[in-house]
């Protein structure tokens, strides 16, 4: 899978937004040449129909884990759904925000954590490792770890993907591909 992202929310609004469908165009020639899946962020109802012409699997961002209205409109989608963990969310909020999704019908939801905000000031965020056990207990959603998102630091990304692995993280099929 290729995650890359056509929209990009900000929290200046003179930020840098993305290149929307100029940006998914981009991303389907990736997938062509490359062969891979390829995976972008939706982020209000009117991107997720541009999103779901071109991506394999449709990002819901930990931003927008709290908009209910993307979330049935995705869950209305034919794709797979990757959810991002929102920044201060449980997970039961995490748990019902799939559950949004897959009461409009579409089950293939993927769970994703991606750190959540605290007071420790060594990383960016707090990667959360002990959710991912307590998913597989509580819920029968897959779950993947960014281990990037979650902490901001390029030097924590591997011991943290073997952490990950280490407390029941797997790789899960899309489509019957790893």
Do not use: W
């Not at 409109?73 to 559950?99: C, F, I, Q, Y």
């Not at 819920?139 to 281990?147: A, E, G, Q, R």
């Amino acid at each position: 899978l290729f995650r890359g992202g056509a929209y990009k929310p900000r929290t200046s609004p003179y930020s840098f937004q993305g290149l929307a469908e100029a940006g998914l165009k981009i991303l389907s020639d990736v997938r062509d040449e490359f062969d891979l899946k390829i995976v972008t962020e939706a982020v209000d109802n009117e991107s997720l129909d541009l999103v779901e012409r071109y991506a394999d699997v449709i990002q819901i961002g930990a931003r927008n884990m709290q908009n209910f209205s993307l979330l049935k409109h995705a869950g209305r989608a034919n794709k797979p759904v990757l959810l991002k963990r929102g920044l201060s969310a449980t997970l039961d909020g995490l748990l019902m925000a799939a559950e949004y999704i897959m009461s409009e019908g579409n089950y293939a939801v993927i769970l994703c954590e991606r750190g959540v905000r605290t007071f420790a000031d060594h990383t960016r965020n707090t990667l959360d490792l002990s959710v991912v056990p307590a998913v597989h207990r509580l819920s029968h959603l897959p779950i993947l770890v960014d281990p990037s998102h979650g902490t901001g630091r390029r030097e924590k990304v591997l011991p943290l993907s073997r952490a990950a692995v280490a407390v029941g993280m797997q790789l899960q099929p899309i489509d019957g591909q790893h």
